[in-house]
């Protein structure tokens, strides 16, 4: 049959992208709450920002067991609750006279839901609805999150300066609460739902349907961690991820604002330098998932590590004032590149551990958020003990050059597997997705 109707696979798409959009107005929120609630209430800094350490911790561990939820519930439900979760955070702190209902609604609530709608999410919607252009769907997925910042960003800055914080933290409430209509008219788990099959399929592309796995969502989700742990693509794709996290939100978009400020620089001018990171971010992204569908993935990621490592390596000469044409061209680069790694981890995920990818992903993502909180800390400490962050940027830059190394390490176990047996813990680890429906289908009957 022929037909030029829209394949639904695209508006399931755009429904995942809004609702991620709804969720990152919370991203863009602590780093302009953060100086109004330490006035109001006389909170230390450290306080407000243990709130957001929590954030960021749950963020990643959240995604794993997220991403088995919605194996065994399905997306629409798993999303909905989610945005609700953002919604009850965010809403909930106009009421707070405590430090300690902060870090229940701005770390615990906020945090479990975004988690929720992390990478894995996106993994999970472009690995079921999609056979063609599922990079670059990834990439656009990821931007969601971009572009949710960049949105949010200049609206809640405008509002806190106009009409006070609250209205600011209600404002991302109903931002989030309003996506969930829209995701449980429209969000469906898979294909078969509407009777077609993903779009770009085959007929060597339609898989048998996958039983609902059995036993507890937590448990298959550990189950997945720990299978996947027997083997070193795991720890090769984990272990750059941690990396990817230190040197982007547990470095660069924790301490950039600080640390231009050490040299002079205007903290609204530091700001706006950020906020220019988020909008080459979602070009970067979308042409990394381009990329994804065309290139081995293991090569991109050795490319997008290294050339990181020698982006931040520079970056401490580069601290002025002012914002000077070198700064905007680093803010330029580094904005390409901040979360381009994504698209090709998610393909090799799927590449390696096939249809529990996408949870295997939770967990890898996991240790970017770890990477992330030990790095902020990190760099906070070098700053305290040494008087400048500059050893921080030099580390950072090392360690990225590392996790190109580990990037290109993979490229030895996909010869191995191509021309032979691969070695221990090398290759696909998993078993196909038509070994996993049988595998599901006799526990489901024990």
């Given amino acids: 049959m022929t037909s030029r109707r829209l394949h639904p696979a695209w508006l399931v798409a755009a429904v995942a992208f809004i609702a991620l959009v709804g969720a990152a107005g919370f991203r863009a929120t602590p780093s302009v709450l953060l100086q109004p609630l330490h006035e109001e209430f006389g909170w230390s800094l450290g306080t407000i920002s243990a709130a957001v350490s929590i954030n960021l911790l749950l963020y990643g561990l959240t995604a794993p067991f997220a991403a088995a939820l919605m194996e065994k519930f399905g997306m629409r439900r798993v999303v909905a609750g989610a945005l609700l979760l953002v919604s009850?955070?965010?809403?909930?702190?106009?009421?707070?006279?405590?430090?300690?209902?902060?870090?229940?609604?701005?770390?615990?609530l906020v945090g479990l839901g975004t988690g929720s709608m992390a990478l894995g999410f996106v993994a999970i919607v472009a690995s079921r609805w999609f056979v063609h252009r599922r990079g670059l769907i990834t990439g656009v997925l990821t931007a969601g999150g971009a572009t949710g910042q960049l949105i949010f960003l200049p609206v809640l800055a405008g509002l806190t300066g106009e009409h006070g914080w609250r209205v600011a933290a209600l404002t991302v409430a109903a931002a989030a609460l309003l996506v969930v209509p829209?995701?449980?008219?429209?969000?469906?788990?898979?294909?078969?739902?509407?009777?077609?099959?993903?779009?770009?399929?085959?007929?060597?592309?339609?898989?048998p349907p996958l039983a609902v796995p059995p036993g507890n969502a937590a448990r298959n989700a550990v189950r997945a961690l720990a299978r996947a742990a027997r083997t070193g693509p795991f720890w090769l794709l984990a272990g750059g991820f941690a990396i990817c996290g230190a040197t982007t939100n547990g470095l660069v978009g924790t301490h950039f604002?600080?640390?231009?400020?050490?040299?002079?620089?205007?903290?609204?001018?530091?700001?706006?330098?950020?906020?220019?990171?988020?909008?080459?971010?979602?070009?970067?992204?979308?042409?990394?998932?381009?990329?994804?569908?065309?290139?081995d993935s293991r090569l991109l990621l050795g490319g997008y590590y290294a050339l990181r490592g020698l982006s931040l390596l520079v970056l401490p000469s580069l601290f002025a004032a002012t914002a000077h044409p070198s700064m905007v061209v680093f803010i330029l680069f580094y904005g390409l590149d901040w979360v381009a790694t994504v698209p090709p981890t998610v393909a090799l995920c799927r590449e390696y551990f096939g249809a529990s990818g996408a949870v295997v992903f939770g967990w890898v993502f996991a240790s970017h958020q770890f990477g992330a909180a030990i790095a902020a800390t990190a760099a906070g400490l070098v700053r305290d003990r040494l008087g400048t962050y500059d050893w921080a940027w030099y580390g950072a830059g090392t360690l990225a050059l590392a996790a190109s190394l580990l990037s290109l390490m993979l490229l030895a176990g996909r010869r191995a597997r191509d021309g032979g047996p691969a070695g221990p813990g090398i290759g696909l680890a998993f078993p196909s997705r038509a070994e996993e429906a049988a595998v599901g289908m006799t526990e489901a009957h024990r």
């Fill in 88 to 108: 009850a955070g965010s809403g909930l702190t106009v009421f707070m006279h405590a430090s300690w209902q902060l870090l229940l609604c701005w770390g615990v």
């Fill in 182 to 207: 829209l995701v449980w008219w429209r969000l469906r788990d898979r294909p078969a739902d509407l009777g077609v099959t993903a779009y770009g399929a085959g007929p060597d592309d339609v898989a």
């Fill in 257 to 295: 604002i600080p640390a231009a400020h050490d040299h002079g620089m205007a903290g609204t001018t530091a700001a706006g330098l950020l906020a220019l990171v988020g909008i080459f971010d979602i070009a970067g992204t979308i042409a990394s998932g381009w990329l994804t569908d065309r290139v």
